[in-house]
């Protein structure tokens, strides 16, 4: 549009010179007008010319202006509060900021990145991790495919902190990432069991389930891996 006024403003001014060589031309807009619409028309194109060059600028500096705004800006997924007890971190949602998005937007670096320490649909958030328990029943090696498959795997229960909340938050009995191999007790991760938190009567079976009906600190079962029942995920944010 610029060019195209600019082009029609230089047209016109050529014109002007054309009519200057041809008097007649001359005579006969001044027959009908004189010169003082012409000129006024230069200046009116000359001033359009000039609002919309002005126009351009300031339309390329607020381009520019949001372009950095939007780099730094509203997308970036705001600091998760720690909180004092371990118990209070819930994900605080910020509009348009969910894990997913900010996994998006920090493909290298979203794990680190303290804004992203939240859990998708369905998961909690319980310090840097997120869980999920399952509301269908699969067999031991069936749950833990499925929680790879969510990008976790079956819990691995290192705290008493993680211990009572999963037992707090269950109501079943659910797989946890233990597993009998040879004669040593096992975590998914390959680490051994430390802490543990067998019942009194823990039963038998090559693979360990949390009982949230039971008592925190002695609520882990045994169950041939073969049984089908509820389990629980874990996503490890660090
Ligand atoms: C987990 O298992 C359930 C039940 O078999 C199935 O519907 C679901 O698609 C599985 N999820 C994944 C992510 O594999």
Partial sequence: MYIKFCRSYGEDKKDEADE???PKLSVELEGKKGKEPTGGNVRLYRGVCLFLTLMCIVLLVVVIILSLKLQTGPTVCPVVEESATAKEAVPAFAPGCSFENCQAQFPAIHIKHHGCRMCGD????????????????LKWHQSEQNCTSRGGSLA???????????????????????IKKGTEWTWVDSTKLQESYW??????????ILDSTGPSARNWIRAPCNVATYFICQLQLL
């Fill in 122 to 137: 369905g998961w909690m958030t319980f310090g840097r991790s997120c869980f999920f328990l399952s509301t269908f029943r």
């Fill in 156 to 178: 691995v229960i290192t705290s008493k902190e993680v211990q009572d909340f999963l037992t707090q938050k269950g109501n079943l009995q659910y797989w946890i990432g233990t």
């Fill in 20 to 22: 200057n060589l041809q």
């Fill in 199 to 208: 019942a009194e009567d823990p039963r038998t079976g090559n693979c360990g």
